[in-house]
Structures are given as C-alpha cells and as structure tokens.
C-alpha cells in the first residue's frame, strides 16, 4: 500500500503545485494594473483554475489517508 500513499502525495503536490501557480497569476495580475473588465476576466480563469488546483490536492490527500488506513 505504500505506492497508494506516494500516488496520493504526488498528486496532492500536483494540487499544491497549482495553487502556488494561481497566486503567482494573480500577483501579476494585480502588478500589470488591469482594467476593471480585463482583470475580471483573468480573476474568472484563476477561480477555475484554483478550484481544479484545490480539488486535486483535496484528493490527493484522500488517497494518502486511504493508502495509511489500509496499510
């Protein structure tokens, strides 16, 4: 069960990976000094984006406790 565990934390790093990556996007963002339409538009992309990066990370963790249970 120990590879269950190690796919579950590179996943959840592929996660984390993502959210550091939405904060990188947003810092950016908010320096370029958008318009008000164009920085909506880009925020709308990142709140996918975080979302899927969060959701993917929530997972990953759910297989590291599945793979420790069963272990």
Known sequence: MEYVIWAGA???ALGLAG???CIVI???AKRARLSDEAMRA??????ALNLG???TS????MI???G???K
């Not at 880009?42 to 709140?47: D, P």
């Not at 929530?58 to 963790?61: A, E, F």
């Open 42 to 47: 880009k925020m709308q992309r990142v709140v």
């Open 19 to 21: 959210i550091l990556a």
């Open 53 to 55: 990066a969060l959701f």
């Open 58 to 61: 929530v997972i990953g963790l």
């Open 10 to 12: 590179v996943i959840s």
């Open 64 to 66: 590291v406790v599945v």
């Open 26 to 28: 947003v810092s950016r």
């Open 68 to 70: 420790i249970v069963l």
